[in-house]
């Protein structure tokens, strides 16, 4: 057995009134039901702390539980069998021709994928909260990555009786005491790598300039070289 744990981090800290914690195994841990449940929770939660007119964003990253898509936005599969890929066409009044095989019928399909659609947005979006999506294998970019491996160290050197109540307890415990010392010192971090990254896509995006800019050079030399009127 393990602990799942869901929660929040600000400025100001660990917000306690978010924290999910609940015993599971590996195979049955958070899923997207659970997490959406959590967030329509949490984000109500946020609003009636902050109230009607303060602007809410919740950071998450693209584990598959946060990127669950709604039904009205999920793609056809390419495994699915040709009359389901019918179907899905025909509920989106989407024409297609008897005719056509699965192949082209997928392919009409793509052409006609509708804007995604997360569960979870949804469900934060009705209490007005914004989520927001860090680029995929970007965790260092998330200052809840910093508390999950403080956390972590915490109960390996204080666990002694490996006992999971205990381990429970000891969350808690670090969490509670995670203030806004420690939470600005994590989103100061977060913005240290922020800025690495701004620095290596400028250098990169003056590198392509420069790159494109031989380019020509280069293209307009040969066409010199291949000019008869030229000496």
């Not at 929040?8 to 049955?28: A, E, N, P, Q, Y």
């Not at 399909?109 to 927001?132: G, M, N, S, T, W």
């Not at 969350?171 to 701004?198: D, Q, R, T």
Request: net charge negative; with cysteine.
């Amino acid at each position: 057995q393990r602990l799942a744990i869901s929660g929040l981090i600000s400025l100001s800290g660990f917000h306690l009134r978010s924290l999910d914690m609940f015993k599971c195994d590996k195979v049955h841990s958070i899923d997207s039901k659970h997490f959406v449940e959590w967030m329509e929770t949490t984000a109500s939660t946020l609003r009636a702390e902050h109230g009607k007119a303060t602007p809410i964003a919740i950071l998450i990253d693209n584990a598959t539980w946060h990127n669950k898509l709604t039904p009205e936005s999920e793609p056809p599969k390419r495994a699915w069998q040709k009359a389901l890929v019918a179907d899905w066409l025909t509920q989106r009044k989407i024409k297609f021709e008897l005719y056509m095989t699965k192949a082209e019928l997928l392919e009409l399909a793509f052409q006609h994928l509708p804007p995604r659609e997360y569960i979870v947005d949804r469900a934060a979006k009705k209490f007005d909260v914004q989520i927001v999506r860090i680029p995929i294998k970007h965790c260092v970019l998330n200052p809840i990555e910093l508390v999950w491996s403080g956390l972590k160290n915490y109960v390996r050197n204080q666990n002694v009786r490996f006992s999971l109540n205990d381990i429970s307890q000891l969350c808690n415990e670090w969490l509670s005491s995670l203030g806004p010392e420690h939470a600005i010192g994590y989103f100061k971090h977060v913005e240290k790598h922020e800025e690495i990254f701004k620095t290596a896509d400028r250098l990169a995006e003056e590198l392509d300039n420069e790159i494109i800019d031989r380019d020509d050079e280069s293209d307009n030399n040969e066409l010199d070289d291949d000019d008869p009127n030229s000496d």
